[in-house]
């Protein structure tokens, strides 16, 4: 399966700290992106990784890709009661033409 | 700059009944592609389109069909509505000169309910 599994389901934090988010997948890819939704309404997107790339920043995000362990995660430093959403990784099967993939997403609640 | 518009916002629907929801790409923006998400789960890809015609599909039943437009806009029509047909449907668009290294742009999506 191409998909995207995305580890933990849910993630409760408090405001400040920082968040990790984890994404597995099976197939060569080539580019893994990093998606939020709020309260089930549209997809922004956040950060695109290639697979020749190991890290990325955009301003409190931090994404990291290991393609030999076929992973990825996304660290939000610095948590806010506004990054309260969903988070989901989607892939960019070298296979799979123009289609994303993604996961299931990981659950973000930071109280403030 | 006006962003990936769609409509309507919710729809409610008989089983059986067909649908027709609609997309506006961002501006500048000349394929679209049609995702759907049902509760609780990541989207799912249904097609894109691209110099009015379908260029890619993924695993939905010749029901899920759609259509772009000239000016790029573009509609999803799924015919014999199923229960299971009730989720968000979700349209991205993008410029295909970019290259496969961008992220899409999504609208805010179609509520859709069959009862």
């Known amino acids: 399966s191409q998909q995207g599994e995305e580890d933990p389901q849910a993630l409760s934090i408090q405001e400040g700290e920082n968040a990790t988010m984890n994404c597995s997948y099976k197939?060569?890819?080539?580019?893994l992106q990093w998606y939020r939704q709020n309260s089930g309404r549209g997809l922004v997107h956040l950060i695109l990784i290639r697979s020749n790339e190991r890290e990325k920043h955009s301003g409190r995000l931090r994404v990291t890709l290991d393609t030999s362990k076929k992973s990825s995660s996304l660290l939000i430093t610095a948590s806010r009661a506004a990054d309260t959403a969903s988070y989901f990784c989607?892939?960019?099967?070298?296979?799979?033409?123009?289609?994303?993939?993604f996961g299931g997403g990981t659950r973000l609640m930071v109280k403030p | 700059d006006a962003g990936v518009t769609q409509s309507p916002t919710h729809l409610i629907k008989t089983r059986g009944q067909q649908v027709t929801l609609r997309c506006s790409p961002k501006?500048?923006?000349?394929?679209v592609s049609w995702y759907q998400q049902a509760l609780g789960q990541g989207p799912q890809f249904i097609f894109q389109y691209y110099e009015e015609e379908e260029r890619q599909r993924g695993n939905f039943p010749d029901r899920f069909s759609g259509h772009q437009f000239p000016n790029y806009s573009s509609e999803l029509n799924v015919n014999a509505l199923l229960l299971g047909d009730s989720a968000l449907y979700l349209c991205?668009?993008?410029?295909?000169?970019?290259?496969?290294?961008?992220?899409?742009?999504f609208g805010s999506g179609t509520r859709l309910t069959v009862v």
């Open positions: 197939t060569s890819i080539n580019n």
């Open positions: 501006s500048g923006h000349d394929t």
């Open positions: 991205a668009s993008s410029l295909a000169l970019q290259g496969n290294n961008y992220g899409y742009t």
């Open positions: 989607a892939l960019r099967g070298v296979n799979a033409g123009n289609m994303l993939t």
